[in-house]
């Protein structure tokens, strides 16, 4: 085995994995309803295709952009039934956004999937083609579309392709449970992306808390026998390890430029979950209706693995199925408890992109007033991004978006390490979220108003002639 590798910085914080660790994931019991997003990717906004009253089956498509572009991705119906409403709903991100509700109807019968396509004979064209309407994206993230990821500018030289496996943040063990019972797909998926690329080297990195799953994937790539390296190294377990970018670092020892993207180091990473998604989406058809998540913390008295439809609303499942004790709850949270968003009630439907979901109780979370910064440096001390959060914070408390930029907003990737140690508890990781959200606005509206400038002297120079 290849030695350990890591990155500097970075945290080491209580796992907490250990209720479901070994765990298999559970298909949930069929939910009576699904509240599906139109709208679970970084990209084009999609209208809904569907109206109420209408049948739906398994897999059918139900919202799509308008001009599908290159950043859209459809939604599928992850239950048959019958639309019963089109209505904003909240979401994982605390903001609504429109739903298509499906209740189940037994009297819906049949898949709606595609045809099996042979990924290794179908041309790449085909190939992309297949997983964006496959609608996959991202699983573990943003929900960034994984056919554009596939399809970097010929620009970009593309040396490696990483299996991002490393599942750093606490509580969550999705990722295990899904090495465990599918490394063949996580292979296949492997292989198929380095076709559909051209790229000869793959390279699957977990952490060493997860080194004795090593031996199943290399049994994979030995029993999979397809062109091409694929390697697993174990990396050193710290958060976040997880961060592509960091994992990129670890595993090449390249840098990922500011305000770059992983193509500009010459790697793709796709995370364990998005790699069997397109397995299935070229051997069985089927389009991204389902995912694995963990459910944990500790007012879950049933913590588990599960694998859930999307839009499946965890509280409407039998209340046994995961006993929770809400009179020890302090906080529910979508995601780890480091990256994930912390919402107002678990009646928020499960999307592409949810790893997991955390019941806390006080004991595992905080809830101090914030004090001042005292100027401490812990935040840049800690941070693997390398950049000055407290800098950043004194930008963004005064205001100062274009300061905040300069010190490095954008190339923050959320991870809450500075949080996490700040002796303030400032929520930094909040603010500069928000942070970023303004900054685009703030970004987007200056190219807008010097595009309009420059329409205006164009007017004038056309009046003068």
Avoid: W
């Amino acid at each position: 085995m290849a030695e350990k590798c890591t990155f500097k910085r970075g945290i080491h914080i209580p796992e907490n994995k250990e209720r479901t660790t070994g765990k298999a994931a559970e298909l949930v019991p069929l939910p009576k309803q699904v509240v599906i997003p139109v709208n679970q990717h970084f990209g084009a906004p999609n209208k809904p295709l569907v109206a109420a009253g209408d049948a739906v089956k398994r897999g059918q498509k139900i919202a799509d952009a308008a001009a599908p572009g290159p950043m859209t991705v459809p939604v599928h119906a992850s239950i048959a039934g019958i639309v019963k409403k089109i209505e904003p709903r909240l979401q994982s991100n605390n903001t609504e956004g429109l739903c298509v509700v499906i209740e189940a109807d037994e009297s819906v019968s049949g898949d709606d999937f595609m045809t099996p396509l042979d990924p290794f004979t179908c041309s790449k064209d085909e190939a992309l083609s297949r997983i964006r309407e496959a609608g996959i994206v991202g699983m573990g993230g943003a929900g960034f579309p994984s056919h554009i990821k596939l399809n970097p500018p010929a620009h970009l030289k593309i040396d490696y392709i990483i299996a991002d496996g490393a599942e750093c943040e606490a509580y969550l063990t999705t990722d295990e449970a899904a090495i465990r019972a599918k490394s063949a797909a996580i292979i296949k998926g492997l292989a198929i992306i380095m076709k559909i690329t051209g790229v000869n080297t793959a390279i699957i990195g977990i952490e060493d808390n997860k080194e004795a799953l090593a031996p199943l994937l290399e049994q994979a790539v030995a029993d999979g026998k397809y062109p091409g390296t694929i390697s697993v190294r174990i990396c050193k377990t710290q958060y976040p390890q997880g961060g592509e970018k960091l994992l990129i670092r670890a595993l090449t020892g390249r840098e990922v430029p500011s305000g770059g993207l992983p193509a500009d180091s010459g790697c793709i990473v796709q995370n364990i979950g998005s790699l069997i998604a397109i397995t299935e989406a070229f051997t069985l058809g089927r389009p991204l209706i389902k995912r694995g998540l963990t459910v944990s913390g500790g007012a879950c008295g049933n913590p588990r693995n599960i694998v859930a439809p999307i839009g499946t609303i965890l509280t409407e499942l039998p209340a046994d199925y995961f006993n929770i004790d809400y009179s020890r709850l302090a906080k529910v949270i979508f995601g780890g408890p480091m990256m994930g968003s912390a919402v107002p009630h678990a009646g928020i439907p499960v999307q592409k992109n949810t790893s997991g979901v955390n019941f806390l109780t006080a004991k595992e979370t905080y809830s101090e007033p914030e004090e001042y910064c005292i100027r401490c440096g812990r935040c840049v001390r800690y941070c693997s991004a390398r950049l000055f959060p407290v800098l950043m914070n004194s930008a963004l408390e005064a205001g100062d978006l274009d300061e905040a930029q300069k010190a490095g907003l954008m190339d923050c990737f959320e991870c809450g390490a500075c949080a996490y140690n700040c002796p303030a508890r400032i929520r930094l990781t909040q603010r500069f979220r928000i942070g970023k959200f303004n900054l685009r606005t703030h970004l987007a509206a200056k190219q807008a108003l010097a595009a309009a400038k420059a329409d205006a002297v164009k007017d004038q120079e056309a009046l003068k002639k």
